[in-house]
Each structure stands twice: as C-alpha cells, then as structure tokens.
C-alpha cells in the first residue's frame, strides 16, 4: 500500500471523509529540505470541501534545515488516485524520502515538479 504524506488539508477529518470515504490514521513525520507556502484555491468545490481559499503548498527549499512537518498515512492505490482527484492543477505528486526514511508521496509546487517522462 502506498504512504502518502499530508501536510495540509488533507489532514482535516471532512477533506478525508469527502475524498476517501472515511478518517485515515497516520503517523507524525517530516518532509526535509522544504519550505511551505499559502496557495489561494480558485476551484470551487475544493474550497467547499476543505473550507479554506488558501492551502498550505510546499516547495524545494534552499536550506538542508528547511522542514514540513505533516502526517504520513497508508492508504490504497484507489484512494491515492482519489486524492489527485481531490489536489488542483496547482500541486503535483512526488516521490520523497520523509526524516524517517520512508518512502512516501506528497504533493509539491508543480512549477518545482520534475516534468514527467
């Protein structure tokens, strides 16, 4: 099963009931070498979801200090594409290596994404 690490909305009880249909568990972790943001959410039933016009969004920082801290969770192949549904143009999903060592995705600043191959 995939990890997904949330440093965001996707932590919010309603955005997990919305997006996957029920409350995920998760462990504290951190994402290094990131710095986080505010992006202002122009989808509408985004906005009605999370409750909030801006989400937090990160990006590579320039600082090997530089830390996001958030929760990683374990959920299935249907709900990570459940939650590229869920994220706007705005964000893209990457692999990471979170400060424990797991390997998980997150959602990063598509305009510091790795274009795909």
Not at 21 to 28: A, M, Y
């Amino acid at each position: 099963m995939p990890l997904l690490f949330s440093y965001g909305t996707l932590q919010q009880d309603d955005v997990q009931r919305a997006t996957f249909g029920r409350l995920l568990t998760g462990q504290p972790d951190t994402l290094p070498g990131y710095l986080q943001e505010m992006h202002e959410i122009d989808d509408p039933e985004v906005v009605a979801t999370s409750g909030k016009t801006h989400h937090p969004i990160v990006r590579p920082g320039g600082d090997a200090a530089d830390r996001v801290a958030g929760t990683v969770f374990e959920i299935s192949d249907a709900e990570l594409a459940q939650a590229d549904v869920y994220e706007v143009a705005a964000y893209r999903r990457v692999p990471v290596t979170l400060e424990s060592g797991r390997q998980a995705w997150v959602y990063i600043d598509a305009r510091f994404a790795p274009s795909p191959p």
